[in-house]
């Protein structure tokens, strides 16, 4: 060892001698910061998995919700459809003077069962006019506690597509002028409807009232009452063939439950639920057959339309073989 380096040595004891407890004191400050930021490393990533485990489990919360929300609208929606199936698939609209026996039986039991006075809590069917604004009551009451969501969780982007057809399709085709046939409600009277068909459950949770419920309001509640009544005089107007002048507007009105069916049966698919697509091309050759009838009178095509623009036109018109061009020449497919 070098003159140096002894040199060196010797002054470092030295302060080691006259600074021990010092320097000691440092090192374990130092120690107790490095300790400390180790377990605030620790902590940190113990809360952020945590929090990541909370939002998890909130997001999978959130989403059996909206599923939920979902299974209800469509349980109101294969509840109605058949109903509006049965109305919107006769293409005559006259009971006695009808060729079709088949048809004319189908006309004249609905026509029966629409025009029915009696309600009957335990039997739903014995008036279907009812019935059917109770279904219908049931789905926008459904559908509002869905949207209702919206402001009391997260919805996931499936929810919101699904939801948005409520002001895309259903409320339109129910309230506005630009379809055919006569408007079944106001806005306003479905906001009406919407708050008289909830009741509260457990927990601040909404449902619709059940049949028996609904009977009960229709008795006492002069608005459930009243609103009911519009919407089954619209269905009934439909299979009232006393008045032949009135043949245009009826067949207008079954178009515009045809459209509405339309509009369901899109509801249902967005959800996953193909049940009934099935029934699209029917619905399409009803309201292609309208269409043509209405043009013929008007001179020109009409402007009202189902999804886009010329689409109930296009629905009328024969499908074009498709064909392939290969190397220059062309094969039909």
């Not at 002054?11 to 004191?25: D, F, K, S, W």
């Not at 479905?190 to 909404?206: N, R, S, Y």
């Not at 509009?263 to 699209?280: H, K, M, P, T, V």
Request: aromatic share 10%; net charge positive; proline share 4%.
């Amino acid at each position: 060892m070098d003159a140096s380096t002894m040199s060196w040595t010797r002054v470092i004891n030295a302060l080691i001698q006259e600074h021990g407890p010092l320097i000691v004191g440092m090192l374990g400050i130092l120690a107790t910061v490095a300790v400390a930021q180790v377990q605030a490393r620790n902590q940190i990533a113990i809360l952020r998995a945590s929090q990541q485990r909370e939002d998890a489990e909130r997001l999978r919360r959130h989403q059996e919700a909206d599923h939920a929300d979902r299974l209800l609208v469509l349980e109101y929606i294969d509840l109605l459809l058949p109903r509006l199936n049965d109305i919107t698939s006769i293409r005559y609209l006259f009971g006695q003077t009808n060729q079709n026996t088949e048809e004319r039986e189908t006309f004249l039991r609905l026509r029966r069962y629409l025009n029915a006075e009696d309600i009957d809590p335990a039997h739903p069917e014995r008036n279907l006019g009812i019935r059917l604004a109770f279904l219908l009551f049931q789905l926008l009451a459904a559908m509002r506690s869905a949207l209702n969501a919206r402001w009391t969780r997260t919805i996931s982007e499936q929810q919101r597509l699904f939801l948005s057809r409520y002001e895309q399709y259903l409320e339109p085709v129910l309230c506005s002028t630009r379809y055919p046939g006569d408007a079944f409600l106001y806005r306003e009277q479905i906001e009406i409807i919407a708050d008289e068909m909830l009741v509260a459950k457990q927990h601040g949770v909404f449902r619709p009232l059940n049949w028996k419920e609904f009977t009960g309001y229709y008795r006492t509640d002069a608005v459930l009452t009243e609103l009911t009544n519009i919407v089954t005089k619209k269905l009934q107007f439909i299979f009232d063939d006393s008045n032949p002048a009135n043949y245009p507007r009826r067949r207008a009105n079954q178009a515009r439950l045809a459209i509405l069916s339309l509009y369901l049966i899109q509801i249902s698919e967005d959800a996953g639920n193909r049940a009934w697509s099935g029934r699209r091309e029917a619905l399409q050759r009803t309201l292609s057959e309208w269409f043509v009838w209405e043009a013929g009178k008007q001179n020109h095509p009409p402007q009202w339309y189902v999804f886009s623009p010329g689409d109930v036109e296009t629905w009328g018109k024969p499908r074009q073989p498709r064909r392939w061009f290969m190397f220059g020449t062309k094969k039909q497919a």
